[in-house]
């Protein structure tokens, strides 16, 4: 198998992790941590965790098309 395909096929995983990271990242907070303000404890770590996700979802998908157009080149 040549290494461009090898490529595209780890840039498409990458994608499929991708995607499921920025899925938990956009949840809404459940209604049973949500305060008036938005300021209890854990209404912002629910918050904190789900900005990490998206962060790391983004870093994913980044990757991955990297490896598709690199493989893509190949």
Do not use: D, H
């Amino acid at each position: 198998m040549p290494k461009g395909r090898i490529l595209i096929i780890i840039g498409l995983v990458f994608s499929v992790i991708a995607t499921i990271f920025l899925y938990l990242g956009s949840k809404g907070v459940p209604w049973e941590n949500q305060t008036w303000n938005g300021k209890s404890n854990q209404e912002m770590a629910f918050k904190r965790k789900g900005y990490r996700c998206t962060i790391v979802g983004f870093a994913f998908l980044f990757i991955g098309f990297l490896c598709q157009l690199i493989g893509e080149l190949f």
